[in-house]
């Protein structure tokens, strides 16, 4: 009796740590895959984004077209902890027309803790006055994979 007790322990062990090798694999996956999320518009961008998980920034991409006209182009984190914790990461001082934003965040600035991580109830903002409402439209893309 013994014997077939250590015999399923053993089965039962091994088919635990397969499961777990598969686990580790599939959450590798999931970090590597890189949710792309859109908005458009001809007026200011106002606009946040998030996943239901922790996660991370991976790209930013604007483009501008329309008549000419340039501005700052914020990228803060609304922070699901309350306004006192909301605070600006990165400023892009003239994003517009015939300056696009073309932001990647490297892998060297991806590692925890990083600017560039939130937690699944924070934003990612971004806001830009359009220097010519009505008269530049701007596409914009951000990228965001989960994050460990």
Same mark, same amino acid.
């Given at each position: ?7 399923? !322990? ?49 790209? !930013?991409r ?50 925890e ?28 893309e ?7």
């Amino acid at each position: 009796m013994p014997r077939d007790r250590s015999t399923i !322990i053993q089965a039962v062990d091994t088919a635990l740590a397969i499961q777990e090798a598969e686990l580790a694999e599939t959450r590798m996956r999931q970090m590597l895959a890189v949710v792309s999320k859109t908005a458009t518009g001809l007026g200011d961008i106002d606009q946040t984004f998030s996943l239901d998980r922790k996660y991370r920034l991976v790209f !930013i991409r604007c483009h501008f077209s329309g008549s000419s006209g340039t501005a700052a182009f914020a990228i803060s984190v609304d922070s699901a902890a309350g306004s006192a914790y909301d605070t600006c990461l990165f400023t892009i001082t003239q994003a517009g027309t015939n300056k696009d934003v073309h932001l990647r965040i490297g892998q060297g600035d991806t590692g925890e803790p990083s600017a560039w991580t939130f937690q699944s109830d924070d934003g990612v903002r971004i806001q830009w006055t359009n220097p010519d409402s009505g008269n530049i439209t701007w596409g914009l893309e951000v990228g965001l994979a989960l994050a460990s």
